[in-house]
């Protein structure tokens, strides 16, 4: 079984691949879509390096359509979190690795290392953020930072995701958009904020950074209060306690509810 130090390890040494002057960037499904030369690097170089320390392991990652999910253990990998921004210059973006036991999260590592932020969690074991335990806040729903997207991938979706947020914006404090998912819900758990929601994300993009976020004291779950299937697209709300958590999913639900009443009709 491996460790969560070694497994620190290969992720640092998996972000040289990342911290490059040049790649190439190829688009996968339209210019919002897009996938670099770094992404398939970083996620090569972690499937073998894993596969090596525990081979009876499965994959699900984001690039080459891996999905080999019939095992006692699964690797869920999003080599780069916030590709568009990495492509751009941005500096949220992540590696993402969680290892998955049947149906829970064991470990979760969110490696930021345009900031040199290494956010890591084990199972019953608390939140770190480089070696120092992190706790969410203790803010209440005015007072609270929601950080937030429109679908980029599911423009039709677009107006009902703008008035859960606009809802939101009028009831808690402001709103942040860094643009992925990982770091944003990183953030939740060491304080920065204390509200997220997205409509609809892969696995691998909140998989790792859920067992980050409850170890760190926070709640989530999909966006209809569900809990994360890990290995199937959902809408993701997360919050730093779970007043504010119900108070954000009233509005989420009823906001989606509003909206398929009103396609019906």
């Known amino acids: 079984m491996i460790t969560i130090k070694q497994l620190t390890n290969i992720v640092r040494d998996a972000s040289n691949l990342m911290t490059v002057d040049e790649f190439e960037i190829m688009q996968k499904r339209g210019c919002e879509n897009i996938v670099t030369t770094s992404d398939l690097a970083v996620q090569n170089f972690l499937c073998n390096k894993l596969?090596?320390?525990?081979?009876?392991?499965?994959?699900?990652?984001?690039?080459?359509?891996?999905?080999?999910?019939?095992?006692?253990?699964?690797?869920?990998?999003?080599?780069?979190?916030g590709t568009a921004n990495y492509s751009r210059g941005f500096n949220q973006c992540a590696i993402c690795v969680g290892l998955k036991h049947h149906d829970e999260m064991e470990m979760g590592i969110v490696y930021i290392p345009r900031t040199n932020e290494l956010f890591h969690a084990e199972k019953n074991k608390g939140a770190y953020l480089n070696g120092e335990r992190i706790y969410?806040?203790?803010?209440?729903?005015?007072?609270?930072?929601?950080?937030?997207?429109?679908p980029v991938y599911y423009k039709e979706h677009s107006e009902v995701c703008s008035k859960i947020i606009l809802e939101a914006f009028n009831k808690c404090n402001d709103i942040r958009r860094f643009g992925a998912c990982a770091p944003e819900l990183c953030y939740l758990a060491m304080g920065r904020c204390e509200l997220y929601f997205e409509h609809k994300l892969g696995p691998w993009d909140y998989a790792a950074a859920s067992l980050i976020v409850t170890e760190a004291g926070g709640t989530i779950s999909s966006a209809n209060g569900d809990p994360l299937s890990?290995?199937?697209?959902?809408?993701?709300?997360?919050?730093?306690?779970i007043s504010n958590y119900n108070q954000l999913l009233k509005i989420v639900t009823s906001n989606y509810k509003s909206n398929k009443s009103n396609s019906q009709n």
């Open 51 to 81: 596969s090596e320390i525990m081979p009876k392991s499965g994959f699900l990652c984001e690039e080459k359509d891996i999905n080999d999910i019939k095992h006692e253990y699964t690797w869920i990998i999003d080599p780069i979190d």
């Open 136 to 150: 969410v806040s203790d803010r209440t729903f005015n007072n609270a930072i929601l950080c937030t997207a429109l």
């Open 230 to 241: 890990l290995t199937q697209a959902t809408g993701v709300i997360a919050a730093n306690n």
